[in-house]
């Protein structure tokens, strides 16, 4: 037969990360079971760890929070990071600890442990970095800084576009840069489904990359409208309209009046008044 516990005015009891949390008069009170089989034999609980609030973190670990003071707190209810005038913001790759003195990046990389950043703001697989007005990019898969001196630092889709010198460099991963000319633009190929593909342009050549690896295609004067699943893509020069390989090869040359792609994926083609299908 159980003890009554000397718990009174409870509003709410749930269990987070293996702590027992108390809900008493607005406030949280934390406790282990090990503790609460000593409350029942008269050791009170430790009521330095009552809360304004308590969160899930991630596994073994919660979030607390007293009015601005915020904290972490693991489940033998032991402090990684004490409470302090700070805002915590679990991320996919870590813990960003944002306080007045500026901003830590925890739980990714060691030597970004030991340094905090005015700025910090993350995309995708990537997280800029600003400090005394000096811009880095960081590759958050590869746990490295592939650019420490950046003007700007902008994204689309999964590049990442560094400005620096009078010079644009497009990071499409850790190890694979694109170095544009002044003169030179990236255009993304429309497609049904996702994006896959897309150019950089200068004087009118256009070299298409692969958007997920960056390996390079092919090299067309052609301009290039909508890739076709992963194989083909319509092209068009002038008024003019064809269809290319993944090599860039013509397939069907570019010199149809109309090509249309329908919804089942079959193309028609116009030249001359004269139809016929793909």
């Not at 890739?227 to 013509?250: C, P, Q, V, Y």
């Amino acid at each position: 037969m159980g003890r009554l516990l000397p718990l009174t005015e409870l509003s709410d009891v749930k269990e987070i990360e293996g702590v027992i949390v108390f809900t008493q008069g607005g406030k949280k009170k934390l406790a282990t079971t090990n503790q609460l089989a000593m409350l029942a034999n008269g050791v009170e609980l430790n009521e330095d760890l009552v809360f304004d609030d308590v969160q899930a973190l991630s596994k073994g670990l919660l979030l607390v929070r007293n009015g601005s003071l915020e904290g972490i707190i693991t489940s033998d209810l032991v402090y990684t990071v004490p409470l302090d005038r700070q805002t915590l913001t679990k991320t996919s790759f870590g813990l960003l600890e944002k306080r007045a003195s500026g901003t830590i990046v925890r739980g990714l990389a060691p030597e970004l442990e030991n340094q905090s950043w005015h700025q910090v703001y993350y995309h995708r697989d990537w997280l800029v970095l600003r400090r005394e007005g000096q811009l880095q990019l960081y590759s958050i898969r590869a746990k490295k800084m592939v650019a420490m001196q950046a003007d700007t630092i902008w994204f689309d889709r999964s590049l990442a576009f560094v400005k620096s010198n009078f010079e644009t460099k497009v990071h499409l991963s850790a190890n694979r840069v694109i170095d544009l000319s002044a003169d030179s633009k990236i255009t993304f190929i429309n497609s049904r489904d996702s994006v896959q593909f897309f150019y950089t342009e200068n004087k009118n050549k256009r070299t298409v990359f692969n958007l997920a690896s960056g390996d390079i295609l092919f090299t067309t004067d052609f301009e290039l409208t909508e890739s076709i699943r992963s194989d083909f893509f319509m092209a068009t020069k002038g008024s003019k309209k064809g269809l290319l390989a993944r090599n860039g090869k013509e397939l069907v040359p570019v010199e149809m009046d109309a090509m249309i792609l329908n919804s089942s994926g079959q193309i028609s083609l116009l030249k001359k008044q004269e139809f016929w299908t793909l």
